[in-house]
């Protein structure tokens, strides 16, 4: 038998002068009953405890316990046992495989017949286990109420809050031989369900909707045993070697490993919540298999309902996930039982995982955030049910995907094909090639109550100051109505904010990979193919600029010597993204027909490092068209500021003044001689050609097909009767319809600006400029006035473009005589 890590000698000193014990045992079998009787008849509370106060033993029951127990007019220690049965050790490893399942039984819950045998030849397979033992009057003391219905002559609350107690102390025991990473909980539902404030809450829900709180606890237990993952260390250990060779086959995985120890110290003292970026289904293995390597206890992984089909759903709640609705409606049950549950994990240290852009995205760029998750989260800080959460903004980045087509597909109008048992083994099919590197990143940790409190949420609802001619109460009842709403305004602002800087924190270690730059070069230079020397010569002052902003990056060494290159673009062409012509003097790569949003994909998931430089790029260009006359300086400044504001539902900016540094860092770049330049010899054109002789362009590789699908969607709206009310999906379809037009008369630049999820973005950005909502039949004025702001915001986004295409022009890989031609 493995010799049991006893409790540390000052709980042994704390308890030793206990008068009596209760030894709650939690047996399954005949077998471990005679282990725990063998283990107690040596001595082996007293060697643990150093007490030899006689013993009554207790079946782990609440019944039990509530007959035998909690009525005890003396101070028991009482201690919880029970027996710890382990797989083999393999390697160093004591891991359920599938052999082990040959033998019929669950190595960690082996039958009676396997326990007996393996007593008698595998004595370390198992080790008698205590947990933290507590006095019945510190239990009283740590569950006041449940005590207090013992004293007003109900037991049962407090025997069940006892059974809970001993069987979470026997889980916190065997981590400390197993590891953390089989920390699941335990009982959740039955202590929620136990839970006084949330007894109240669901009264409180039954007597405002009019209904009997019986009716109204019954769909919360339904609701918890829906949502309420069931964890099995069984079956997470199997899933893990199923999967594992799924993505292990497939991408060479490239953890952060200061980050994992920094995320390991935190975890000692605060539950994590992993948000990262969500680019691929296999996100959440990929992540879980990096933490499981480091001994982190599973992730309560927050997925869709969607993806609870069988055998996956099954599967997955026993792994983690907790399938939560897409949406709740007014069910404000169900919202009940999601905040409290979010609050119990929290409460208990378990850490979560969500993807809080609410879906993978479609154009390989962060999308904009959902908020209803990070409500939640908020709500169980301002209550103080937690002290506080770190959030852990996560970057998980491919070299490849297997899975773009399908959704280059969607984006262009196909619908997306249901998941089920058919799509996952398609899935998996698709996994069986070699896709280089997955880098997992880890950006700094924020704690929830702190920036929640940086951002103005005031953590605690302030108290409403009553009007002093109040003579009927009306004043206050008002007063109380505009108080709790600018409460709520705060709040809302405050986890918005906190979103914003999650997206910002993953974005900051998101590195640039070699086929983001491969398929940046190739796609700016329209509709062209690039010899493997001109290629590089694209890529050489774009590594200069990497490098001179220390920006984070994968193994972009392979872009700067030729037979390296090469191999990068190849594999490019083996995913069908890249082309290649080998019939004439030497092989020319071009992105590949109809291949444009996978290509973009790519691009994109680094396309926010270059966004201030293309932005700059098209003020300095703004400022030159404005000529000598004006101040230049100042039209290059509100150039910048129009530029990001239309660009806000694309990329995440930060406050004006930040902003403004970044772009002056920017300058510095261009012109290290700025900050010596008066307004008075400030000239466009001057730093345009400082601009130029830096070796590179970026605003049409990085900004065009932004712009493009603005483009089409405000020319529809132009096109559109004000009168009408706009249906948001018919009008993104004929976007889609009429993008594919305007790009075969050649008026789009690429294919990859028709595109569902830029021109969602458009129509949210032409909303904020209040271009949507319709005008008053009767009011011809008004609808005269909507169509000429309409027209106005499609001829600026022309001007753009075309200013986007000079920028293009002055790209040394553009230019005649230049660069690569």
Sequence with gaps: MIEHRGNAPAAVQRYAQAESVVALIDASSSVERELVGTWLADGGITKEFGTSAPITQLDLDAGAIADRLVGRRDDPLVVPIRVLWLPEERDGVRRVTFSDLAMLSNPRKPHRFAQRRLVGKAPDRHVVLTGQPALLSELRANNPEAAA??????????????????????????????????????????????????????????????????????????????????????????????????????????????????????????????????????????????????????????????????????????????????????????????????????????????????????????????????????????????????????????????ELGAIATEQVGGKKKPEGIAWLARYVRSQQHSAGHVYVRFGEPLSARERLAAHGDPLTTPPVAIPLHSVDGADTAAAQVEAEAEVEELERKAVQRLAFEIAVGINA??????????????????????????????????????DKRDLPHGELAALRADQSLAVVLEQLSLAKVVTVYRGGLEPVYSIESGAHLEAAFYRNSAVHWFVNRAILELSILAAVEAGGDVDQLRTGWDEAFRLRDLLKFDFFFPERAEFAEQLTAEMLLVDPDWYSHTRADTRGDEILGKLTDSGFMMAHRVLRSFFDAQLVVAERLAARDPLVVIDRKQFIDECVAVGKQMMLQQRLHSPESVSTELFTSALKLADNHGLLAPVAPDSAEEAAEMTRRRTEFADSLRTISARISRAATLDPSNRPGLGVL
């Design 149 to 402: 219905l013992f004293s007003a002559g109900t037991a049962e609350p407090f025997a069940r809050a006892i059974a809970r107690a001993a069987v979470v102390a026997l889980e916190r025991a065997e981590r400390t031989i197993i590891g953390d990473r089989y920390k699941v909980p335990r009982l959740v539902a039955e202590e929620i369900l136990d839970s006084p404030e949330f007894l109240r809450r669901l009264d409180l829900i039954a007597d405002q909707a009019g209904v009997s709180p019986h009716e109204v606890y019954r769909r919360a237990e339904k609701a918890l045993n829906e949502l309420v993952a069931a964890q099995s260390r069984l079956v997470s250990d199997l899933f893990t070697q199923a999967m594992r060779p799924v993505h292990a086959s497939t991408w060479k995985v490239d953890a952060d490993p200061t980050g994992i120890s920094r995320l390991k110290a935190l975890n000692r003292r605060y539950a994590l919540v992993f948000l990262p970026s969500h680019r691929s289904y296999v996100d959440a293995f990929v992540l879980g298999d990096v933490l499981a390597r480091n001994d982190f206890p599973p992730n309560h992984v927050i997925g869709g309902a969607n993806l609870s089909f069988w055998p996956m759903g099954p599967i997955a709640r026993r792994t983690g996930t907790v399938f939560i609705r897409r949406s709740f409606g007014d069910d404000e049950v169900y919202k009940a039982v999601v905040e409290e549950y979010f609050a119990y994990l929290l409460a208990k240290r378990f850490n979560l995982e969500w993807y809080f852009e609410g879906g993978r995205t479609r154009t390989g760029k962060l999308r904009p955030p959902r908020y209803g998750l990070l409500n939640y989260l908020a709500a169980a800080v301002r209550r103080n049910r937690v002290d506080d959460v770190m959030l852990i903004p996560v970057s998980i980045t491919y070299e490849r995907l297997n």
């Design 509 to 546: 270690v998101t590195p640039i990979t070699v086929n983001a730059l491969a398929t940046l070069a190739l796609l700016g230079v329209h509709e062209r193919a690039l010899t493997l020397g001109e290629v590089r010569t694209v890529l050489a002052p774009v590594l200069g600029y990497i």
